[in-house]
């Protein structure tokens, strides 16, 4: 693999996950691996595959200048939930320090997760009566089903986490108390207190915070909070109030931002979503006074506006004369939210009431405590809490073994797919996963969207553009310049020794691979090795359940428009890729030395494909390998390509 060369997916991800390993993992049908690679960066994949913010769909680059991203987040959530991965039970500590963590959202899980990976006793200590924080008390169960959150978190505590719940911080330890006890401590609390606005009557009846009635709702509590009900803000927990409040009887509901909807936290997906099932968006809104006797009646708000003049970016106004009043009979509050400051005053600066950090560990002020997730970021995504919480095990295992800290060594990140390659790509529709209809999700708190069967996640994984995974030529080129002639992007280039791949631009189909003569060329997608082992591994079981009566199918699994049957009979073997270019005469031809009856290639009618002149290649080694056995005096028709 080049490990110089990191694609923008995985840039781009706040974990820097190995999303186009997972993903050719899954183009073949290997879900035990891809799940593998998924849970090398992230203890939460289902979790994540449901409420990610796909920073790295917006980085993808068959979705910059090709057709649409890949639908990476709905791939890892189908890898994570049909792989039967879990521990094989607890590990036994290989260090004598003890750690403590406070807090156990996904910032504490997943330090706790990778301590106890890297030897280390761990308790995970949590205020409520159940551990995950707000994926457990703050996420409805149509967006994330809290069975899945407790899945995932029994994954980490058979690792041997111990975990104590009912544990306030302030109440029943402190932060000194810690410190005598254990060698290290991972403060976690998060952000759950919220900001309310600045306006006056904000302490009516019937105005509510938004973490507060979620939190009710998690409960199993069914509050009805009105007919009309605004909610105030613009992330992911305003969206999720929304969505709530219309399953709990509320008619009309709306959310009031008071930015554009390009700059709403939450993303546009989520407002769609939110509008198909009938919440109205206000935007460019802001409210100033709440109205009401004794229980809130009206919200007066005001229009607002980009004064250009202030400052490069200019400063967010409100338009002069243009209050009116919204009838409500319910306002919830999702204006932001900070941490609970007074547990810990002795982590705070007195003058900017920060919390004081030395560097970029997350260490404080006092010895062997470290901080993370939102509790010192603020509210986030989960991603990036998964992530603060991983920074965290690794500055304090550095900091109990005396390690200095950790070299960053930046990587360097593709290119841009360049426009003359990118017109050459087949174009795909991305799949979508089915969906509850609107008219059933909002009886109830199902979870709405239903996932991928394994040919939908294969066939949406074989859209991957494969970057970074490309081809790789070894010193035992010679220059003969064929995978020049034969690549069908122009990708490869003579160089001053031997041949030169751009790896930016390599679309990873093999062909090059398939036609080098002197087999200096490989694929980091799947090395011809690995490609060996798996058609060995078919074949092995082939000879043994239906000797020398066995088919083996090789298939393109791109499209749907040539695939045999789903359940073939018990003596077809089948071997699926996406792009069967790169299947050489040498793997043609294995079966037959196993004892086949024949061969069948199913390739990917004329230009349906993934990759470009895929169909040609296909049958051209076919044509070879059909020369071969004829000259063997074997039927050159047991070999036999299959086309739409």
Request: proline residues 5%; hydrophobic residues 35%; contains cysteine.
């Amino acid at each position: 693999m080049n490990l110089n060369a990191m694609s923008p997916c995985q840039a781009a991800c706040p974990i820097q996950m190995d999303i186009p390993g997972y993903v050719a993992a899954l183009s073949r049908g290997d879900v035990r691996e891809a799940d593998r690679i998924i849970r090398l960066t992230n203890p939460f994949p289902s979790v994540c595959g449901r409420i990610c913010t796909r920073e790295c769909e917006t980085a993808c680059r068959r979705g910059q200048n090709v057709d649409e991203p890949v639908a990476i987040r709905d791939l890892k959530r189908f890898a994570a939930d049909k792989a039967l991965h879990m521990p094989s039970g607890p590990l036994e500590p290989y260090y004598s320090e003890r750690v403590a963590v406070i807090g156990s959202g996904p910032a504490g899980l997943t330090a706790a997760h990778d301590l106890a990976l890297l030897g280390y006793k761990v308790t995970v200590l949590e205020a409520a009566d159940e551990l995950g924080g707000m994926m457990t008390r703050g996420i409805p169960g149509y967006r994330l089903p809290v069975e899945i959150v407790r899945k995932e978190i029994e994954r980490i505590l058979a690792l041997g986490v111990e975990a104590r719940t009912d544990q306030v911080l302030g109440r029943d330890y402190s932060l000194h108390y810690l410190r005598s006890e254990y060698q290290a401590v991972f403060l976690a609390i998060g952000s759950e207190k919220s900001f309310c606005p600045d306006c006056r009557g904000v302490d009516l009846s019937g105005v509510l915070t938004a973490v507060e009635f979620l939190k009710d709702v998690s409960r199993g509590e069914r509050p009805y909070p009105g007919k009309r009900v605004a909610v105030i803000g613009g992330g992911h927990t305003a969206i999720d109030v929304a969505r709530t409040c219309l399953r709990l009887g509320s008619s009309e509901v709306s959310v009031v931002y008071r930015r554009t909807i390009d700059e709403m936290p939450a993303g546009t997906d989520e407002v769609e979503t939110a509008q198909e099932e009938g919440v109205v968006f206000r935007f460019v809104t802001s409210p100033v006074e709440f109205l009401g006797s004794e229980n809130v009646e009206k919200m007066r708000c005001v229009r607002m506006m980009v004064d250009k003049s202030r400052g490069r970016k200019g400063a967010l106004v409100c338009v002069q004369d243009s209050e009116f009043d919204i009838e409500v009979d319910a306002i919830i509050l999702a204006t932001g939210y900070g941490p609970r400051t007074e547990t810990v005053p002795e982590l705070f600066d007195s003058e900017d009431g920060k919390v004081e950090i030395k560097d970029g560990t997350g260490a404080t002020n006092m010895a062997g405590v470290f901080v993370g997730g939102d509790f010192l970021s603020g509210p986030t995504s989960v991603v990036k809490s998964i992530a603060s919480g991983r920074r965290g095990a690794a500055s304090i295992h550095r900091y109990l073994r005396g390690l200095a800290p950790a070299d960053i060594s930046e990587r360097t990140v593709l290119d841009e797919l360049n426009d003359k390659v990118a017109e050459q790509v087949p174009k795909a529709a991305r799949r979508n996963m089915t969906s509850i209809p609107v008219d059933e999700r909002l009886k109830n708190f199902d979870e709405v969207e239903l996932g991928f069967s394994l040919k939908e996640a294969m066939a949406e994984a074989g859209r991957c553009l494969n970057c970074s995974l490309g081809a790789n030529v070894s010193q035992d080129c010679v220059s003969c310049l064929n995978c020049v002639l034969v690549c069908p992007y122009q990708v490869p280039r003579p160089g001053d020794e031997q041949v030169d791949i751009d790896p930016a631009q390599c679309q990873a189909c093999g062909i090059c691979a398939g036609q080098c003569p002197a087999s200096a060329i490989d694929l980091d997608l799947e090395s011809r090795q690995s490609f060996h082992s798996r058609i060995q591994e078919v074949l092995k079981k082939a000879e043994a359940e239906a000797p020398y009566e066995f088919t083996l199918q090789f298939i393109c699994d791109f499209t749907d428009s040539n695939v045999p049957a789903a359940e073939p009979e018990k003596s077809v073997f089948q071997i699926f890729s996406p792009g069967l270019g790169r299947v050489g005469v040498y793997e043609l031809l294995a079966p037959f030395e196993a004892g086949a009856r024949e061969v069948q290639v199913y390739a990917c009618g004329d230009g349906e494909c993934k990759f470009k002149n895929c169909d040609y290649w296909t049958g051209y080694n076919v044509q070879r390998a059909a020369k071969v056995l004829e000259g063997v005096g074997l039927d050159p028709g047991r070999l036999m390509m299959i086309q739409k």
